[in-house]
């Protein structure tokens, strides 16, 4: 007896060494690259400093410019929060008709299912670059399709008007990100007993009824996990803009996660801005408590809407 509790004992001592060790590599790289950049970021929104020069600290003057001293940097969040609230309009709509309609088992919906998803998997940077090619002022093939179809009469410089410039940016973050929410869709679908449509159908209730009363309730918890990820990936937008426009026309595209970038590394028209590590901290600072904040309510209205739901 005394034997066997000792092999226990042992057995378990093995297997704690073994669980430490299986996550002590995940450990290392979560304190070395996400809590080590948030304090190095926290410490450094308190002081004027370059990189090169002697940090000279200034309090709260950096958070006191972003507030009062900035416009620029509250454009950029509000063409931030522009491109969410526009991709939600038509993306999660789209994403969840397109799931529908594949999970019906239609003629080749496996290939459609691929050909929607692909864009996905692509490099933001390789398709910001593709996009301003076809949407080019002069030699561009979307101007030249508007031509030859009798919309337009002349040539429209796509980056040179804010409008313009954010329908393509909303345009192409579309293209870029519909498929992989169209696939959490389907995901949730499928999950969905086939039966309960059977006895609507029984019931009486054509198919426009079961997607109201079944398949919204029912994948209510994947809807709002995919709005929230739209919204968080919006937040980061970062190279989309900076190959697609970077701001252009004079800053009016820029979004939030770029303007603070080059701020921290005076790129693009910046460049012979010198660096700000201090203030590009303090805007990274106000950026994180406004998306906690905006978290934060979305969680609770979203809970509000289960309840509801349930």
């Known amino acids: 007896m005394i034997k066997t509790k000792k092999k226990i004992k042992k057995l378990h001592s093995a297997n704690k060494i073994q669980e430490i060790l299986m996550i002590t590599p995940m ?13 190095w970021v926290l410490r450094w929104s ?11 600290f200034v309090g709260l003057g950096n958070f006191i410019r972003v507030f009062s001293r900035d416009p620029a940097y509250w454009n950029s969040l509000k063409n931030t929060f522009l491109i969410a609230g526009m991709k939600m309009i038509f993306e999660i709509p789209l994403a969840l008709v397109l799931a529908v309609l594949l999970n019906n088992k239609i003629k080749g919906s496996s290939f459609f299912r691929v050909v929607f998803f692909l864009p996905s998997v692509f490099s933001i940077a390789v398709v910001g670059l593709i996009f301003s090619i076809l949407f080019g002022a002069y030699n561009g093939i979307v101007n030249a399709i508007l031509k030859n179809i009798g ?4 040539n ?23 498929g992989l929410n169209m696939i959490y869709f389907l995901m949730g679908l499928q999950n969905i007993s ?40 919006t937040m980061k937008m970062t190279d989309l803009i900076l190959v697609l426009t970077n701001g252009a ?19 693009g028209e910046s460049a012979a801005m010198e660096v700000q590590f201090g203030y590009a901290s303090a805007m990274a600072v106000v950026t994180a408590v ?14 509000k809407m289960q309840e509801v739901e349930e």
């Open 249 to 267: 026309p004079g800053g009016s595209t820029e979004v939030v996660m770029t303007y603070i970038f080059k701020y921290f590394f005076s790129y």
């Open 151 to 154: 919309l337009i009469t002349q």
């Open 46 to 56: 308190f002081f004027k400093y370059n990189g090169y020069s002697e940090p000279v």
């Open 194 to 233: 086939k039966s309960l449509y059977e006895c609507a159908s029984i019931d009486g209730a054509n198919e426009v009824q079961q997607f109201f009363y079944i398949t919204m309730p029912l994948v209510a918890p994947i809807l709002q996990l995919v709005l929230m990820l739209s919204v968080l990936g």
């Open 290 to 303: 406004i998306l906690g904040i905006v978290t934060l309510i979305y969680l609770k209205v979203s809970k």
């Open 156 to 178: 429209i410089s796509w980056f040179s008007d804010k409008g313009h410039a954010m329908f393509v940016i909303i345009l192409v973050s579309l293209w870029t990100t519909f």
């Open 27 to 39: 450990t290392i790289g979560f304190l070395l690259f996400s809590v080590y950049p948030i304090i």
